[in-house]
């Protein structure tokens, strides 16, 4: 059974840093794309991150460029999202979604979500 398991949201102050883990079980995030998405109250969800299977491609929303960091740990089927000086408009629900097909930001292209986990951004 493919799992996808987030963790490491929490309270920060603006400026600060989060690093988000998505802990997958039932395959090995070497077999699929591996994407970093978040919703805000009211907004749609949207793509943030994304790496690809090979590890040989790495995507990032315009938003978070410069600033966030996806990457992959084979030998823990882990993929990580580092977030670095945070913003309140980076308040929402992280979620981390796997896909045989797509390393775009469609969410319809994602086969499989974990169940988010939440990053609060606020002085």
């Known amino acids: 059974q493919v799992q996808l398991e987030e963790s490491g949201g929490g309270l920060v102050q603006p400026g600060g840093s989060l690093r988000l883990s998505c802990a997958a079980s039932?395959?090995?995030?070497?077999?699929?794309?591996i994407g970093w998405f978040r919703q805000a109250p009211g907004k749609e969800r949207e793509g943030v991150a994304v790496?690809?299977?090979?590890?040989?491609?790495?995507n990032y929303a315009d938003s978070v460029k410069g600033r966030f960091t996806i990457s992959k740990d084979n030998a823990k089927n882990t993929v990580y999202l580092q977030m670095n000086n945070l913003k309140p408009e980076d308040t929402a629900v992280y979620y981390c979604a796997a896909s045989l097909r797509t390393t775009g930001f469609d969410p319809d292209g994602y086969d499989y979500w974990g169940q988010g986990t939440q990053v609060t951004v606020s002085s």
């Open positions: 039932g395959f090995t995030v070497d077999w699929f794309h």
């Open positions: 790496i690809s299977s090979s590890n040989s491609f790495t």
